[in-house]
Nanobody, 113 residues
Framework: QVQLVESGGGLVQPGGSLRLSCAAS????????MGWYRQAPGKQRELVAS???????YYVDSVKGRFTFSRDNAKNTVYLQMNSLKPEDTAVYYC???????WGQGTPVTVSS
């Protein structure tokens, strides 16, 4: 069973940046697309961004131009670079191997002054 481990969350001021990482325990990026999701308190988990096995990316409108999804196949790691962060970006962020039941444990992001 593949495992995903996120890191990089934390507390940041509005307008700041964070880079989230998600390390996979095996070479799965050629098999599965990957997604970053987030869940804010009292809200449903939502897809933030995704990347296909071919490298095509998708972003939800609210993060377009601010977030960038990248992948390092050699390190079995995907990243979510988050710039110009807003308080409404506050949530627990999860990575997910699309089409599987595999999720990471989540990393919290808090955007506050």
């Amino acid at each position: 069973q593949v495992q995903l481990v996120e890191s990089g969350g934390g507390l940041v001021q509005p307008g700041g940046s964070l880079r989230l990482s998600c390390a996979a325990s095996g070479s799965i990026f050629s098999i599965y697309g990957m997604g970053w999701y987030r869940q804010a308190p009292g809200k449903q988990r939502e897809l933030v961004a995704s990347i296909t096995t071919g490298g095509s990316t998708y972003y939800v409108d609210s993060v377009k131009g601010r977030f960038t999804f990248s992948r390092d196949n050699a390190k079995n790691t995907v990243y979510l670079q988050m710039n110009s962060l807003k308080p409404e970006d506050t949530a627990v962020y999860y990575c997910h191997a699309i089409g599987t039941s595999v999720w990471g444990q989540g990393t919290p992001v808090t955007v506050s002054s």
